[in-house]
T-cell receptor, first 114, second 115 residues
Framework: GESVGLHLPTLSVQEGDNSIINCAYS??????FIWYKQESGKGPQFIID?????DKRQGQRVTVLLNKTVKHLSLQIAATQPGDSAVYFC?????????????FGRGTSLIVHP | KAGVTQTPRYLIKTRGQQVTLSCSPI?????VSWYQQTPGQGLQFLFE???????NKGNFPGRFSGRQFSNSRSEMNVSTLELGDSALYLC??????????????FGPGTRLTVT
């Protein structure tokens, strides 16, 4: 498949473990945050989002935590499975002109070993 | 419902040429955004179109342009290609831009190689 990035931070876990992927954002005016998953050869896929008036949001096997004080976002994946292996991006969104402009993190490569 | 489609999937061009990439959004989606993805810079926002109007533009030179048609299909054009334009160009569509509930759906991308 196609490589989406070189020299990305890598997180290697065993199947069944919990994974935590971190992201630092830069703009304190960003008010909407999204985590994406990108598998080799595919476009990014929406996982979960969180607005700045929240500090935690849970989905199916995933939890996003937002710490606005230190401008930090994390994605927790419970009971990680081999199918979770992918590159994960965070995106901070800043409202401009009636819409949002996203700025993406560089991504973290998650490798899940069976 | 069909997903976002992009054509062509792969393209090889020579420096100085121009290129046009096409994106068909999910049926009913009126917002189309374009992104450039490279190993060096990661994923970067190019521009967003909604109802045939450009709503936002990222920090790219004027060689990068786009348009949206009345059926929401979008094209992006890069003129006077440079080696550094080699990248995966991604298109994403959403139904409710600007509301905070605008989950974007990405296409598979067009891999452009400039030689």
């Amino acid at each position: 498949g196609e490589s989406v990035g070189l020299h990305l931070p890598t997180l290697s876990v065993q199947e069944g473990d919990n994974s935590i992927i971190n992201c630092a954002y830069s703009n304190s005016a960003s008010d909407y945050f999204i985590w994406y998953k990108q598998e080799s050869g595919k476009g990014p896929q929406f996982i979960i989002d969180i607005r700045s008036n929240m500090d935690k949001r849970q989905g199916q096997r995933v939890t996003v935590l937002l710490n606005k004080t230190v401008k930090h976002l994390s994605l927790q994946i419970a009971a990680t499975q081999p199918g979770d292996s992918a590159v994960y991006f965070c995106a901070e969104n800043t409202r401009t002109g009636g819409s949002y402009i996203p700025t993406f993190g560089r991504g973290t490569s998650l490798i899940v070993h069976p | 419902k069909a997903g976002v489609t992009q054509t062509p999937r792969y393209l090889i061009k020579t420096r100085g040429q121009q290129v046009t990439l096409s994106c068909s959004p999910i049926s009913g989606h009126r917002s189309v955004s374009w992104y450039q993805q490279t190993p060096g810079q990661g994923l970067q926002f190019l521009f967003e179109y909604f109802s045939e109007t450009q709503r936002n533009k990222g920090n790219f030179p004027g060689r990068f342009s786009g348009r949206q048609f009345s059926n929401s299909r979008s094209e992006m054009n890069v003129s006077t290609l440079e080696l550094g334009d080699s990248a995966l160009y991604l298109c994403a569509s959403s139904s409710e831009p600007g509301t905070g509930k605008s989950e974007q759906y990405f296409g598979p991308g067009t891999r452009l190689t400039v030689t």
